[in-house]
């Protein structure tokens, strides 16, 4: 079992009940611990969101890790420090939601970033840059995106456009989506 936290990574193995903790901050400099999110991608590696420290990609069979920074240019890097919920689609890009920067995708075989950021007067960017939930659904090849004071957001992966489901009843605070959860052919907004 994997736990992140403020603290920084730690394992808990189900066999022996033993806690090993593991030293995140890397060498470049780059010292910020505290992990707000983690997945373990296809092949078995973890992908830790942190709080203002950009990426960290750990392969725990070969103690190797990796720092992925905030960049200026969409090409090179991330597009904030600040990372909430991580996904992985079944092309094995890792999506990141920031906190002030949108979404950043990020394909691990071409090292190539795609940054999905707010535009102003454009219907196909995403409605809000700072993104708290994701979702992705694998048969609608379809990336699902909560936002805060925003809503919704549906981002077509074969056709690279994005739809706006946003609640009208006047209160901000129902647009903010914290978590997306399948239910059965239903998706549940916390």
């Known amino acids: 079992i994997w736990i992140g936290s403020f603290l920084g990574l730690s394992r808990i193995d189900k066999k022996t009940n ?23 991608d296809h092949q078995g590696t973890l992908w830790m969101g942190t709080y203002f420290g950009g990426v960290k990609y750990f392969n725990p069979e ?7 920074p905030v960049s200026d240019g969409k090409t090179v890097g991330l597009s904030s420090s600040v990372v909430g919920r991580i ?5 094995g890009n ?10 950043t995708a990020y394909n691990p075989l071409l090292k190539e970033y795609t940054w999905y950021k707010h535009r102003e007067n454009d219907a196909n960017s995403i409605s809000h840059n700072n993104v708290k939930s994701i979702y992705y659904d694998e ?15 549906r981002l077509d992966l074969k ?15 129902t647009n903010t989506i ?3 959860l399948p239910y059965k052919e239903e998706l549940l907004l916390a």
Do not use: P
């Open 18 to 40: 033993i806690l090993t903790n593991h030293d995140v901050s890397l060498n470049d400099g780059n010292t910020n611990s505290s992990i707000w999110s983690i997945i373990k």
């Open 62 to 68: 070969y103690e190797i890790y990796t720092y992925y």
């Open 87 to 91: 996904q992985e689609d079944k092309q």
């Open 94 to 103: 890792i999506w990141i939601c920031t906190e002030g920067g949108g979404v």
């Open 139 to 153: 048969v609608g090849d379809a990336m699902w995106f909560g936002t805060h004071l925003k809503g919704l957001n």
């Open 159 to 173: 056709t690279n456009r994005f739809r706006h489901y946003e609640l009208l009843d006047g209160d901000i605070n």
């Open 178 to 180: 914290r978590d997306i």
